[in-house]
T-cell receptor, first 114, second 115 residues
Framework: DAGVIQSPRHEVTEMGQEVTLRCKPI?????LFWYRQTMMRGLELLIY????????DSGMPEDRFSAKMPNASFSTLKIQPSEPRDSAVYFC????????????FGPGTRLTVL | KNQVEQSPQSLIILEGKNCTLQ??????????LRWYKQDTGRGPVSLTI???SENTKSNGRYTATLDADTKQSSLHITASQLSDSASYIC????WGSGNTGKLIFGQGTTLQVKP
């Protein structure tokens, strides 16, 4: 398996533009997670899905952020409109089952909002 | 307040030496504790996962310990190698919404191994 795939790897955009990040989880994994990492705040869980259904979105910072998982092999994280403070590395991770199963992270998308 | 604190913030050691990273948490109720290694520019990679009943778990030269009574964990690296240079993140899972539980992240310890 190729592991968790994220695209793009780097994104530079201007404030106010819409940004869409993409993730393909490992085949057969039932859980998908979106994280954000910054120097100031470290790693933060934004939202996670189980069987394509959003379970906990309490980490989503505000209404400008939205996430979807239309099928088991694809998820998006959208920011509209983007702001400079959204600049961070966004990771997607997946795991097969709950609890103590290992989460496998993608390589991340480095987002810069000018 | 649920928190995970790691120490030291950064550490420099010579190749071949051992080191120990610390993680203290106040997450309650506790479900499990994970250590991740994150190389620069890469996503975190899981090293160990421990539940309440586990005191120690090894993964090669990495050994994690857990004291659920004092709410402390340590990650010991034996015979360090240059490739151990990375950030090490402690993550504690408490019982929360859904089945996965709320994940509380430490700020990480940055380890640099010098030749």
């Amino acid at each position: 398996d190729a592991g968790v795939i994220q695209s793009p790897r780097h994104e530079v955009t201007e404030m106010g533009q819409e940004v869409t990040l993409r993730c393909k989880p490992i085949s057969g994994h039932d859980y998908l997670f979106w994280y954000r990492q910054t120097m100031m705040r470290g790693l933060e869980l934004l939202i996670y899905f189980n069987n394509n259904v959003p379970i906990d979105d309490s980490g989503m910072p505000e209404d400008r952020f939205s996430a979807k998982m239309p099928n088991a092999s694809f998820s998006t994280l959208k920011i509209q409109p983007s702001e400079p403070r959204d600049s961070a590395v966004y990771f997607c991770a997946s795991t097969h089952r709950r609890g103590t199963d290992t989460q496998y992270f993608g390589p991340g998308t480095r987002l810069t909002v000018l | 307040k649920n928190q995970v604190e790691q120490s030291p913030q950064s550490l420099i050691i010579l190749e071949g030496k051992n080191c120990t990273l610390q993680c203290n948490y106040t997450v309650s109720p506790f479900s499990n504790l994970r250590w991740y290694k994150q190389d620069t520019g890469r996503g975190p990679v899981s090293l160990t996962i421990m539940t309440f009943s586990e005191n120690t778990k090894s993964n090669g030269r990495y050994t994690a310990t857990l004291d659920a009574d004092t709410k402390q964990s340590s990650l010991h690296i034996t015979a360090s190698q240059l490739s151990d240079s990375a950030s090490y993140i402690c993550v504690v899972s408490g019982w929360g919404s859904g089945n996965t539980g709320k994940l509380i992240f430490g700020q990480g310890t940055t380890l640099q191994v010098k030749p």
